[in-house]
């Protein structure tokens, strides 16, 4: 595993008192608006997968693509809106990934009602066997946060990065498959909960098109229950 850099890096993900951005994504029921609102989101994911471009896209609905990639960085809780609901991304101490930052996550979990865990595709299917050891690592630990806490958690894996594979543009239904096949996330998916608490969802935030397609798609399947 790649230790972490000792470096803060400062991305403006602070902003007190800022509004809530509000995304116009039509399409979401107003069952599942209701279902969502005032929900705690705590977004999670190693190093290179794309979590501070999240970050970056709910808080402000753009996508910046000149981040460094992040060694240390704080940033505060803030909320984004989507139509009649507001939500609230829980604020961390984001490390980069690995087991330096399990017990940060331990405490994000433990205070929010749906996990957004990233995994970069890209790395996975290339078969990178030290992102692989971490993405384990993390899996298992997010299941054990999930294990003690109280109340019921909502799990998306968001596998970013599927721009970079050529089948997601030239077959996608069949990158699709070739995924849920993959052990790494057949396996998560069954440990985290099952299909109705654990949903994977593919897709690219490479930009504010691809970016809106995938929270729409995300914030779509969200069931409470």
């Known amino acids: 595993m790649v230790l972490p850099l000792i470096a803060i890096v400062g991305l403006g993900l602070a902003a007190t008192g800022a509004a809530a951005y509000k995304f116009n994504i039509g399409g979401i029921s107003d069952k599942t608006q209701q279902m969502l609102k005032g929900k705690r989101i705590a977004v999670l994911g190693g190093r290179g997968v794309g979590k501070t471009t999240l970050l970056h896209f709910l ?21 984004f809106k989507v139509g009649n609901s507001e939500l609230h991304v829980k604020g961390g101490h984001d490390i ?47 299941k054990d946060a999930i294990a003690e806490k109280k109340g019921k958690t ?41 299909s109705d608490h654990c949903i994977v969802k593919i897709g690219s935030l490479k930009d504010e098109e691809s970016a809106n397609q995938l929270l729409k798609s995300i914030l779509m399947s969200y069931n409470a229950g």
């Open 154 to 194: 909502a799990v998306f894996l968001i596998i970013n990065h599927a721009d970079k594979q050529s089948d997601y543009s030239n077959n996608r239904q069949k990158f699709e498959e070739k995924v849920s096949r993959n052990n790494l996330i057949e396996t998560a998916q069954i440990e985290l909960g099952g």
């Open 96 to 142: 980069g990934g690995g087991h330096f930052q399990h017990s940060e996550w331990r405490k994000q979990i433990e205070e929010s009602d749906i996990i957004f865990y990233l995994i970069n595709i890209d790395k996975l299917l290339n078969k990178d066997t030290a992102y692989i050891n971490d993405t384990k690592g993390d899996l298992n630990a997010i």
């Open 59 to 79: 808080r402000t609905g753009k996508i910046q693509s000149s981040f460094e990639q992040t060694s240390i960085d704080d940033y505060k809780s803030f909320s």
